[in-house]
């Protein structure tokens, strides 16, 4: 299976023979993007949403209906997760 990912304008293809997982896709990921900043992956479904892939079911899921042309999408995350732990505890 061939999955495009997307970083702006920068597209590299990943190559899986057996079904792949999140696990796989962000080591992908951090070997030929090297990202600097978080970030989370998507793909944006048929009404044009950016559906989040947070599990390997998500993932699933998207691969068994995306008509096998999938493409997944890296957008940095604009709160740092630092920021964001802080704020969780904060409120706890």
Sequence with gaps: ML???VLDSQIRVLSEKNTPTLHG???FIKKTFQPTRNYFIY??????????????I???N???NCNNKPKIYIK?????SSTLDK???DNA
Excluded: A, F, P, R
């Design 62 to 64: 998207y691969l068994e």
């Design 87 to 89: 704020s969780v505890h």
């Design 76 to 80: 940095y995350s604009e709160i740092e």
């Design 58 to 60: 998500d993932l699933k």
């Design 43 to 56: 793909y944006t479904d048929e009404e044009g949403d950016q559906i989040i892939l947070d599990t390997d």
């Design 3 to 5: 999955i495009k990912i």
């Design 25 to 27: 896709i962000y080591q």
